[in-house]
């Protein structure tokens, strides 16, 4: 086994054991699920039944395709990977003969996919309850390696933001924009088609759509294959610009003192 | 053989912002050798220039200007290359995962160094067993106190062989105990699997115990470089002692020390160890008087400083 993989197994692992953390942040996302379901359907009720193409059923279950595809890495993760960066801690990481990006990339995807696949099991059978098996079933296979490429795309993104802090020395307001970005333009509140066209658009074209509206398109009961093939393409864009980043960033880094 | 070369390396900071941004000069013109299998004490104060010279011998740091070999490779363009031949310890920076236990952690870092399986198990239960640490590698890092932790972090820094050694402060924040043993581990190492070692320490008893060479650095530039029994005889011939007594002991003389009052009950002593040993001070005191306490420590390393700079005036 390798690095990375070891890496990644050594966190689902101890993600796995973080019980208490697990269970917290599966129930966070069965409330939210909860008043998003309710939220939801009185819109949709409300408007003759669909909106732009999503009835209540479907809507229900982008959301939990959404939230749950996001929910699974770690909140604020991308000041936590500045604060390594700007208070030096990462030497020591620069010390060991691997990648610095792949080995956290490996521990935090390690992690993600324990609280990925808890959290949708959660999800998946509140909102069967709620309204009813998925829409489709070719989409549920789908969504269900779009929600790691998700999950993925995610991982990197946050670390080429991060990465920021090799210059800036503070990433909390690369954090802030990062969140808002992916709540709106990643299709997590809401899905993309609920914006005005010129604004789904862009949005459809950015890396963010693949973190939440993707899988949760697809878990919607949209058959669209190639969508997998646009994550695939920006999880190798944002791992080469993770890689890029760190590769650079390592290069200017000053620590002084201990 | 060389284990490690520099000529006129340098490292600049840049501080401040705007027009008060300025250049700082962390590292000056250093220029030193280390034989394969040497113990060298890398001492200075707080600032002196120790950890950004170990950063860039480590690789992590690119030098302003200068060169410098680790090994016979540049640290900063073949750092990789470079960290699977030495290993790096930073007192105040743990390379340990605090969740996991140290067994996990040496399983981790034998997949990241391409270790054999069983080649790993077997040095991992080698070193917990040379290192005192057997009972420590399967508890979780989060609940090993400092001085567990460090024996933890020096298994976890040599488990891949490294050829050289690099300590950086590593006996900062110990107890006397604690320093002791970790000193005696790193001597062990070096004497057993013949692994150099780079220490640096602005703690003098570090010199004594480790090194048998001392280069000392301050602002930035080697001012002192020589045998550490060298340096004993020309420099380091003064102990502290504080003694706190019962009661007062009135007029206190003793030839070849030097007697501070720091209040009724409690005195410094400077013992000039070329007139006269501990030993003899501490049988003078114990026969003299009743006392509750005795501390003896090595002179502050800006006082040793200040010796180097008198000795050269």
Redesign the interface.
Same mark, same amino acid.
């Given at each position: 086994?390798?690095?990375l993989?070891?890496?990644a197994l050594?966190s689902a692992r101890?993600a796995l054991h973080?019980r208490g953390e697990l269970a917290v942040r599966v129930a966070f996302y069965a409330i939210i699920l909860v008043i998003f379901s309710a939220l939801w359907s009185a819109a949709a009720g409300a408007n003759g039944g669909s909106i732009s193409g999503y009835d209540a059923h479907s809507l229900l279950w982008y959301v939990a395709a959404a939230e749950g595809s996001v929910i699974a890495t770690k909140p604020r993760m991308i000041e936590s990977i500045g604060w390594d960066i700007s208070s030096?801690?990462i030497?020591?990481e620069?010390? $060991?003969?691997?990648s610095v990006v792949g080995?956290r990339l490996a521990a935090e995807l390690g992690e993600a996919l324990v609280r990925l696949v808890c959290s949708l099991a959660v999800g998946g059978v509140i909102v069967w309850l709620y309204v009813g098996q998925p829409p489709s079933a070719a989409g549920i296979a789908l969504f269900v390696p779009a929600s790691f490429l998700a999950v993925g795309c995610n991982l990197a993104a946050q670390h080429a933001f991060a990465g920021a802090a090799f210059w800036l020395r503070d990433a909390r307001s690369t954090w802030f924009l990062y969140q808002k970005l992916v709540f709106l333009l990643g299709g997590m509140l809401l899905p993309l088609e609920f914006l005005p066209t010129a604004l789904a658009d862009v949005a459809r074209a950015l890396p963010f759509a693949s973190m939440a509206y993707v899988p949760a398109r697809l878990a919607s009961g949209h058959v669209e294959p190639w969508l997998l093939l646009v994550q695939a393409a920006w999880l190798a864009g944002l791992l080469a610009c993770a890689g890029g980043v760190f590769w650079a960033g390592e $290069?200017?880094?000053?620590?002084?003192?201990? | 053989m060389l284990a490690i070369s520099t000529h006129e390396l340098s490292k600049d900071?840049?501080a401040g912002r705007g027009r008060d941004r300025r250049r700082l000069r962390?590292v000056h013109d250093i220029t030193f050798e280390v034989e394969r299998g040497e113990r060298l004490a890398y001492i200075g104060p707080n600032?002196a220039g120790?950890?950004?010279s170990i950063?860039m011998l480590?690789?992590? @740091?690119?030098p302003t200007s200068g060169e410098a070999t680790v090994l016979g490779l540049v640290p900063w363009t073949q #750092?990789?290359?470079l960290?699977?031949r030495i290993g790096?310890l930073?007192?105040? #920076?743990?390379?340990l995962?605090f969740? @996991?236990t140290t067994r996990?952690t040496l399983? @981790? @870092?034998s #997949?990241?160094? #391409?270790l054999d399986g069983d080649d790993a198990r077997r040095r991992a239960d080698e070193l917990a067993e040379l290192l005192d640490a057997t009972d420590l590698i399967d508890q979780p890092v989060r609940s090993l106190s400092l001085g567990q932790r460090m024996r933890c972090e020096l298994a976890a820094t040599v488990l891949h062989g490294p050829e050289v050694l690099f300590l950086?402060?590593p006996t900062?924040g110990l107890d006397l105990i604690a320093k002791q043993r970790f000193r005696e581990m790193v001597v062990r190492l070096n004497e057993e699997l013949g692994t150099t070692v780079f220490l640096t320490s602005h703690d003098v008893a570090d010199i004594e115990h480790v090194a048998d060479r001392v280069v000392v650095i301050n602002h930035g530039t080697i001012i002192y470089d020589d045998q550490v029994a060298r340096m004993r005889r020309s420099l380091l011939q003064t102990k502290l002692l504080e003694v706190r007594f019962e009661e007062a002991p009135g007029a206190l003389a003793i030839d070849g020390v030097q007697v501070t009052p720091e209040s009724d009950t409690v005195y410094g002593l400077v013992v000039d160890t070329r007139r006269l040993s501990v030993r003899e001070v501490l049988d003078e005191l114990l026969d003299a008087y009743a006392i509750a306490d005795i501390s003896v420590v090595d002179p502050p390393l800006e006082q040793v400083i200040a010796e180097i700079y008198g000795g050269r005036t």
């Open positions: 086994m390798n690095a993989a070891a890496q050594i101890r973080q030096g801690a030497v020591t620069m010390l $060991r003969p691997a080995l $290069r200017r880094l000053e620590v002084v003192g201990g | 900071f840049s962390a600032g120790k950890s950004t950063k480590t690789g992590i @740091l690119h #750092r990789r290359e960290a699977r790096t930073f007192g105040q #920076r743990s390379q995962w969740e @996991l996990q399983h @981790l @870092l #997949r990241i160094y #391409r950086d402060e900062i």
